[in-house]
């Protein structure tokens, strides 16, 4: 991406990383200019965003599902040793885990198949979450689901017959032209071998059994006795009450039939079945043959040792691996999946979580490194800094999240479980959220009370007041400063309502400032706006005693800031000037009193008023104290 | 009660609102509309979704039925209000002061904009332009925003028929239409407002108020039969029932979801229930109609005497499950929907009304 017409006297691009997935380019000299006089001309700035996997509608539903999970889990305790309820449970999660991405690359598929333009981009997803699956269920079996015993086999059978399904389409594609052409026979297809090859390697030996009972020939000898063995052979499953021993000595003699029935030419006929049967004996040339069928070195892998050492154990595995990588061309050959599946054989969670971080989507390494941490694999192989780790991969993970506009609330979610560094990046992130809506901000402050941020619950309701303060909105200001309980801007917000007040010579938003209640009480000049307004009230229903009461008071305590002490003094005059007496003798000299404190500053240099009006209190005064002095010695 | 259906769909909903069916108590409506908000650009839409009628066998613990998207269009803003006016078009309110009309055309399984407002709240004013609380009764329709106002729409008429220039003191959160001529209105300062359209002048006809502290109410919803009752959700989670007869605080004051209460809704046809959503996740059916025996109160409304009987209230959660916020619910016959802020569309059916 070139920049196009280049600003003048500016010879290089520089760049400010945003969240994620934002960078800001702009033109600039480098070294810096230093001179102030060089004229420089308007600077564009240039913001690049890329597409970010987890933000596509499709997978996105991914994010939030496994956000549900993940808060679940994060509940949950889990003993180390990992006894047996324990273990059901982490398996649960797990299989949770992989029910939502299989759900996704349904979706995924469904789009791939509906669109056109987009349908490459959909596929190379549904891909990639397949392979994100096929590295999940193998570190599911070898880190969470423990075989009692350690034999692993089974397990891995089931792995491959559910991620490799090559024998069941060239079955289809068999049965389909076997329907066809009714009177062909099924061996003449191009596929009957081949899906009998591959049942039989997948350890699928009741299939296999049902194909070859397809064949025309299936009533000789041969195919009988190969049937028969087929049949015979001992399958491992740790609930059956097999010692593995017992198992072992009934495998070996299984096999050395099969291998001498081999060697007795009772096959020789027919090469296919010859090779079945050399598949059962676990011989190696056979083995290699087969590389097409199996696809990949694992599949072999598995293949082999079904044939070769049914018993082996999880940690020997391992030792195999080599020798069916080489079939396959040796580990130049070898892809960042393949790495990563081999690291898992070799039960290297570093290497695991290292490879994944770098080739796969971080919500994959994130939530595995979260479920391997819960299910104490991480201590357990000895990782170091493990928590450390599954706190940084969060982080990075709530990153991808925070750059994008709406799931901001399921990365704070994550936040609350990183122990070290959640509650600062809480912060920072909370803090430079937008804020469009009120709505919005009221749940921001929601979070931040809950969290007991409240400082920053604070900051954000006085950003809102003062928002509504610029644009007039008086009354929603007020509003917004009783939420932050800000003492200090309440008396700006206060100060404002005194100022709009004498302005306009009537309040605003008298409704509000009439039942302020118990709030009235967060500034003293918002109490003093609170009790000017009551006063204002009792003067107009006509509770006069009362409201002179309430002026005096506002005076003497000095509630009232000086600067409106002239306009509350005003506000006494119609009532001193009333016939029946209303402020007793002790009142009017604390209102002269006040009234003298105004001159004195007057003649200070203090510019208040014009005097006149000074003159026109002190001769109101003066003359209710006169009224009152013959009042009040009367009643005496 | 079976468990709820739950659909993630990619979008924060904000709006949800049952398409009104022409024969309610015969026909279960299927239809229901949602607005989204707080997304990207361009991402923010009005959606209308089809249920799957639930087939007569009880389904077997796996989930059976299917929620289908009919058809959705692109909205400018957030959509912060949306109402059915009638079968086919839908009204919505923004985040930047539009009310839209969209006709929902049904043999293309299309919603197309017909007519909109443009900027009815708060002008060319940066913030502080939102329209909050959409209202409609047949062509006329009223629209409350952040800028403290209300105005009064006709249908047929391009600019608005009344308004209520900055009435308010603070932001208005809801509106609703009470009798003839007259509209009721809540504030981020606790108040409920009755304003009367045939008086000329921005000042309100009533105002009533909370006791205690003063939370923006940020719901409110008209007793179905009995429209002196009004019920209302707070931001510290309170549900208030307030008699306008009365005087000016509500009638009870119940203590209820911990975070803000976002949307309380009468049953349509049976309004001893009562539903509310909130912040905190959890959504409420309350169900009072236990409350009028056990006073023997006869005529008066159970929501008015709740408070002396309230062990007889029986209140039970809808949505267990749900920890994001739910934004909005609304409720026709037994069946109630809930949108949350986890962008999941929940639906729980058979609920028990009786």
């Known amino acids: 991406m070139a920049m196009s017409q280049a600003e003048e006297g500016l010879n290089c691009v520089s760049v400010e990383w945003g969240f994620g997935n934002k960078m800001l380019l702009y033109s600039s000299i480098r070294p810096p200019n230093c001179q102030p006089n060089t004229k420089v ?74 669109t056109l333009e987009e349908a490459d ?30 034999v692993i086999l089974p397990k891995l059978l089931e792995w491959v017959c559910w991620h490799f399904h090559g024998g069941e389409q060239l079955l289809q594609e068999l049965l389909h032209s076997v329907q066809r052409d009714e009177g062909s026979k099924p061996e003449r297809h191009n596929n009957y071998w081949p899906s009998v090859f591959s049942f039989v390697l997948q350890g699928r030996l009741v299939e296999a059994r049902k194909i070859l009972a397809l064949h025309s020939k299936y009533q000789s000898e041969a195919f009988q006795r190969l049937d028969e063995l087929l049949h015979r052979m001992p399958v491992y499953s740790p609930g059956s009450g097999y010692m593995l021993q017992e198992f072992e000595l009934k495998w070996r003699t299984w096999q050395d039939e099969c291998c001498r029935r081999v060697d007795g030419g009772d096959f020789s006929l027919h090469q296919e079945l010859e090779t079945v049967a050399k598949i059962l004996c676990g011989e190696e040339e056979t083995f290699e043959a087969m590389q097409d069928l199996c696809q990949n070195w694992y599949h072999m892998l598995i293949s082999k040792l079904l044939y070769t050492n049914p018993a082996v154990k999880e940690f020997d595995l391992q030792l195999c691996t080599q020798a069916c990588i080489d079939i396959y061309g040796g580990n130049t050959r070898l892809g960042p999946v393949d790495h990563i599946l081999l690291s898992v054989i070799e039960y290297n969670i570093n290497q695991v979580i290292t490879e994944s971080s770098t080739h796969l989507p971080l919500w994959f390494v994130a939530h595995i490194t979260d479920l391997l941490h819960h299910a104490g694999q991480l201590e357990f192989a000895r990782l170091q800094y493990a928590p450390v780790l599954r706190e940084f991969l969060l982080l990075d993970y709530v990153g991808v999240m925070m750059s994008h506009q709406s799931l901001w609330q399921v990365a704070v979610d994550y936040l609350d479980y990183c122990p070290v560094y959640g509650r600062n990046h809480l912060e920072i992130y909370l803090e430079r959220l937008p804020l469009e809506t009120e709505r919005k901000a009221l749940k921001v402050i929601r979070m931040c009370e809950q969290r007991d941020l409240l400082d920053l619950a604070s900051s954000i309701s006085k950003v809102m007041g003062m928002r509504a303060f610029h644009e007039g909105h008086l009354g929603t200001a007020l509003s917004w400063c009783l939420r932050s309980k800000n003492a200090a801007f309440a008396t700006f917000i206060s100060e404002k309502f005194l100022v709009d007040y004498a302005e306009h010579g009537d309040f605003s938003h008298m409704d509000m400032l009439d039942n302020l209640g118990q709030a009235m009480l967060l500034s003293s000049q918002l109490t003093f706006l609170g009790k000017y307004r009551e006063f204002h009230r009792l003067y107009e229903s006509s509770s006069f005693t009362a409201a002179a009461l309430l002026l005096t008071t506002l005076l003497t305590t000095r509630l009232a800031p000086r600067k409106v002490w002239l306009s509350l003094l005003t506000d006494a005059l119609p009532l001193l000037e009333r016939e029946e007496l209303v402020f007793s003798s002790e009142q009017t000299y604390e209102l002269l009193n006040c009234l003298e404190e105004l001159r004195m500053m007057e003649w200070m240099g203090k510019k208040i008023v014009d005097k006149e009006k000074l003159e026109l209190l002190r001769l109101a005064l003066t003359r209710n104290l006169g009224k009152a002095f013959i009042q009040e010695g009367s009643l005496n | 009660m079976s468990a709820p259906y739950v659909k993630f769909v990619s979008q924060k909903i904000n709006k949800i609102r049952w398409r009104p069916s022409p024969n309610p108590s015969l026909e279960q409506s299927t239809v229901f509309a949602t607005g989204s908000w707080d997304d990207e650009p361009g991402q923010l839409r009005v959606s209308v979704w089809e249920l799957e009628p639930q087939s007569e066998a009880p389904p077997t613990g796996d989930v059976a039925e299917e929620l289908k998207l009919l058809c959705d269009v692109q909205h400018p803003g957030d959509v912060t209000a949306l109402q059915y006016l009638n079968n086919d078009i839908i009204l919505t309110g923004s985040s930047n002061g539009t009310v839209t009309v969209y006709k929902h055309h049904h043999r293309s399984q299309t919603l197309s904009a017909m007519s909109s407002y443009q900027h009815l709240h708060g002008g060319a004013a940066k913030h502080h332009n939102s329209c909050t609380g959409v209202a409609c009764r047949e062509l006329e329709v009223a629209t409350v925003g952040e800028d403290r106002t209300i105005n009064v729409l006709h249908l047929e008429q391009k600019t608005p028929v009344r308004t209520f220039d900055k009435a308010d003191s603070c932001t208005i959160n809801s509106v609703a239409f009470l009798k003839q001529n007259e509209l009721a209105t809540t504030n981020s300062f606790g108040q409920l407002k009755i304003w009367d359209l045939r008086q000329v002048g921005s000042r309100p006809a009533r105002m009533l108020l909370l006791t205690g502290e003063r939370v923006p109410l940020h719901c409110l919803d008209k007793h179905p039969t009995q429209p002196h009752v009004i019920a209302t959700g707070g931001q510290n989670g309170m549900l208030g029932v307030w008699d306008l007869r009365q005087e000016k605080y509500p009638a009870t004051l119940l203590s209820a979801h911990s975070g803000d209460l976002w949307e309380v809704k009468f049953h ?27 006073l023997q109160a006869g005529d008066v409304n159970p929501w008015l005497c709740i408070d002396a009987a309230m062990q007889k209230v029986d209140i039970s959660s809808v949505i267990p499950s749900n920890v994001m916020p739910a934004n909005s619910l609304d409720v026709a016959g037994s069946t109630l929907l809930c949108g949350t802020d986890g962008e999941t569309i929940h639906v729980m059916r058979n609920l028990p009304i009786k």
């Open chain 1, 41 to 114: 001309k308007e600077t564009i700035l240039r913001e690049i965003k890329w597409d970010v996997l987890m933000h596509q509608p499709i997978i996105r539903r991914l994010v939030n599902e496994s956000h549900d999970i993940f808060v679940s889990l994060q509940t949950q305790q889990f003993s180390v040793k990992q006894t047996g309820g324990d273990e059901r449970r982490l398996v649960s999660y797990s299989r949770n885990y992989r029910a939502i991405i299989h759900a996704c690359i349904l979706e995924l598929q469904r789009a791939a198949e509906s």
């Open chain 1, 121 to 150: 981009d959909y596929i190379m997803q549904s891909h990639l979450f397949r392979e994100i699956d096929l590295i999940w269920s193998l570190a599911e079996i070898f880190f969470l689901d423990k075989t009692p015993g350690g």
């Open chain 2, 268 to 294: 349509p046809t049976r309004p001893d229930h009562l539903f509310t959503c909130s912040e905190d996740g959890s959504t409420w059916h309350w169900d009072s109609s236990a409350v009028k025996e056990a």
